[in-house]
């Protein structure tokens, strides 16, 4: 089992920066995929981006260039650092953990005005 707690939404200018961080309450180190999802109201869930124990990253197309998922197994976070946020960007940022089942933190939420 792994308790993920996110931190690091707000409220943000269209073209601001933010810096989401996901907290375990145990080793990632041994933990293969991470990573971001987002949500809106009445939508499905999507993937922002992932990060493997090695590294290899994998974005979803809205969000390169603008993104970069980082991990620090030493530390047991996850980071997002998302940059010129649009106001479509706006939503609930959960963060994954792949074990024998996905574990999902609780979310944090990320507002962009216009």
């Known amino acids: 089992q792994v308790q993920l707690v996110e931190s690091g939404g707000g409220l943000v200018q269209a073209g601001g920066s933010l810096r989401l961080s996901c907290a375990a309450s145990?080793?990632?180190?041994?933990?293969?995929?991470m990573g971001w999802y987002r949500q809106t109201p009445g939508k499905q869930r999507e993937l922002v981006a992932t990060i493997s124990r090695t590294g290899r990253t994998n974005y979803a197309d809205s969000m390169k260039g603008r993104c970069t998922i980082s991990r620090d197994n030493a530390k047991n976070m996850v980071y997002l650092q998302m940059n010129s946020l649009k106001p479509e960007d706006t939503a609930v940022y959960y963060c994954?953990?792949?074990?024998?089942?996905?574990?999902w933190g609780q979310g944090t939420q990320v507002t962009v005005s216009s």
């Open positions: 994954f953990a792949d074990l024998s089942i996905r574990y």
């Open positions: 145990r080793s990632i180190f041994i933990i293969d995929a």
